[in-house]
């Protein structure tokens, strides 16, 4: 293909596809592909789904129907429009996708974005003799290389915050997850490639950096010294790159938080006070059979590790309800277990069967019987959002502004923990932190007025010891 070439990607789900969409572009780049925010127009379209959540195929499928339509108007105009399939549930369906929507030409799983521009080329001109591809193997080749080696189109920054992976796969196979499934063996990239990635995009102005895998703290990668390092390890070594004032990672795995990892809790300041650890569910019994390989005490412990070891951390979780066999009795040990720890914020779900999982054979709890618990359970997260929220108001955070906001003199930015804080200045500060005293609590946001500039690089630590914790169990 030549010539400048209009593409689409929508991602859905987590982190990890944003971040792999954003690396199929740049690998796409120099073939002479321009990103652009809306498939009407674009010559190649790239829905790259996420197996996760509910009816992901059922999804995917009525938004290409969506793009079908759109593929035969351009055919009205006499323009050619390539509908490519990636992420976990191309991966899992592969042929069948072929099979049911003719407008795809190609579907490509994970670990095989390098190879997209190779992909894309013979699906435009095999699509002519009628022939449409699926690629999901797992090569033995390392997808990374390809993806952000100097010789090919470096790594894009966009804007101040940007996502890295470090890991991906995992070995946990948790009875409801198809991971272990569609991305494979857990696999870490080596330390010196994940800093020259970090370099580049602090280099770039990046302030922020998210290291990002299925079970990241479970990285195992080779180190300069040719030793496996630890996340924990790894963390300190980015938060040495200058230009990085901030970092985080997700998502953990409660069996995997070493020593390393909380002492990078309790050394570095850049690490943002704010960790999502995913429990599921708050009764033994139900976490016995999802396999977590942990109890609710392991993680009620290492929360208190944590706590002790930073005292302003606030939590984030996980949790499915209507897990198969989940009591009314086993629901409310999630609930307690919600109101001990006091959580910032949560993601829940009814659980849904993934085809191909073992939980997926078990037996299931009835739908209106989730769905009311999870009524239950969202109303206690919510409440312990809110109140963490209600906390902030009158103190003074440290915000990363990282785009203008809806009204004109507007910016956007985010606190320690992830909450989007509304201010009036000017756009010129956009990737600067600075101290922002909050004002008043919205539903969604909180606004706030600049108190004075922020030390850069560091979060306020006059007001660590001084943030709101909602900590029942801990230090
Ligand atoms: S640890 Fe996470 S990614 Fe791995 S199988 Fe369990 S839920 Fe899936």
Redesign the pocket.
Known sequence: MSGPRKLFVKSFGCQMNVYDSHRMADTLAPEGFVETDAPEGADLVILNTCHIREKAAEKMYSELGRMRKLKQEAAHEGRKVLIAVAGCVAQAEGQEIIRRAPAVDLVVGPQSYHRLPHLVARAAGERAAGERIVDTEFPVEDKFDFLASPSREKTRARGVSAFITVQEG?D???TF?V??YTRGAQVSRPVDKIIAEASRLADAGVREVTLIG??VNAYHGEGPDGRAWTLGRLLHRVADIDGLARIRYTTS?PCDVDDSLIAAHRDLAELMPYLHLPLQSGADRILAAMNRRHTRADYLRVVDRMRAARADLALSSDFIVGFPGETEQDFRATVDVVEDIGYAGAFSFKYSPRPGTPAATMRQVPEEMKAERLHRLQAAINRQRAAFNAACQGRTLDVLLDKPGKRAGQLVGRSPYLQPVQIMAPASRVGEIVAVRITEIGSNSLFGTLASAATPGAPAAAERSAMPVLAAQGA
């Open positions: 995992c946990k196979f948790c997850c991971v272990p299925q079970n795995h």
